[in-house]
């Protein structure tokens, strides 16, 4: 029999060998680079790593272009120097490990000097460098200051929730879980000892199989009661059960309805395969989920703005001051879409740049303005601050939808 498992007591690990290149970030990455800061400066680097976009735009020219942009703005000598040592770094790390054989379709770098020697080969210590592979693909960026820059990873990890992966036959059962494009697996298993042949026959041989059959319903049962315990320890966002046969369909019928409503799926699927396998079974199934769910999104969001008095506004005008309100429920707009203007000093509301005549000082308090290149991330960073979701647009159909309201929207709590 499966010991009982507390979920609070329980401590998950994950092995997994990501080939494709694509990073699990946790919520204690996260946590940690929300309350990092580095006295001496940091850079935060976002690339687009895509084939296709490296094909045509060499990912070290795209760098060189954004750290000379970045350094013209810095006039301290030591701090000139400083910055110099770190990008030089990064450019080696990105010319001789990552331009060649790029990983995932992103990349983010988190590189803060603790310690740097300009006397001695201008050799640079960290108090932390971090570089992670990502699924989507950002924006280019290169941010040099104390706090790290988090919005576009935030917006992916958003994007991105988890996925449990229950496989099982009639004595084991794995357990995966399916996140920023990889599979991975926890390190606990459930395991029936039941013998499986008899040598009896007749009614001996008969009674034995009913024994076993009922040994194998207590182990599907024991692995439903394992994955409500996964399921509340990892907050999955949805489940797939795996196995061969008719046996994940067996495992279905006994699922709780909060698991049922989690269920995307069952697959065929033997228990010896490895996480690579998992991972291109079950990412179809979440790719149509999160297809689905973005249509459903937006189809909501068109009936509010179609609605009278519906809770809903469309164009930057109208969604910058939503925020400025914290009314965002869910903000709309597709991946490459950025629009600069002004952001208030003393209420941090946000002016997009649409008007002829530049604003003179907030509209909101008529405080003073600074010059921001991109409305739109900053929008997506009050809606996550204020527990709002933001939903990046990324299937084109659902683009062309969108681009009729003006490339971004959103769904309003009020």
Known sequence: MTPKINADELVLELIGDDERGYDFITEEDILALKAFSSEQGMITLYLDTRPERLQVEPLMLRYKNLVASVRDGITDRNELLLFDAVTANIGSLLEHSLSRSPQGRGLVIFAAPMKFSPKRDREVKYEKFLMFHLPEAPADHLAWGRLPVL????????????????????????????????????????????????????????NHEQWQEEHYRQHYRNVVELTEVLDRKARWKWLVLAGPDEIPHEIADLLPKPLREKLLGVVSMSLHVTYNDVRDKVAPLVQEAEKREEGERLAAFVGELERSNGRAVAGLADTTLAAQQSRIDTLFFPPDFIHKGWQ??????????????PPSACIYCGGPLDKVPDVVTLTAEQTLNLGGHVEVVRDKEHQAILKTHGNIGALLRF
């Open 151 to 206: 919005i576009p990873l935030l917006i992916q990890l958003d994007e991105h929730e988890p996925t449990g992966v229950v496989l099982a036959d009639r004595r084991r059962a794995r357990f995966f879980v399916y996140y920023m494009g990889e599979a991975a697996e926890y390190n606990i298993s459930e395991v029936d000892e039941t013998p499986s042949k008899t040598k009896a026959l007749g009614w001996g041989a008969h």
């Open 344 to 357: 208030c000093q003393n209420c941090h509301g946000l002016i997009a740049d649409l008007a002829e005549t």
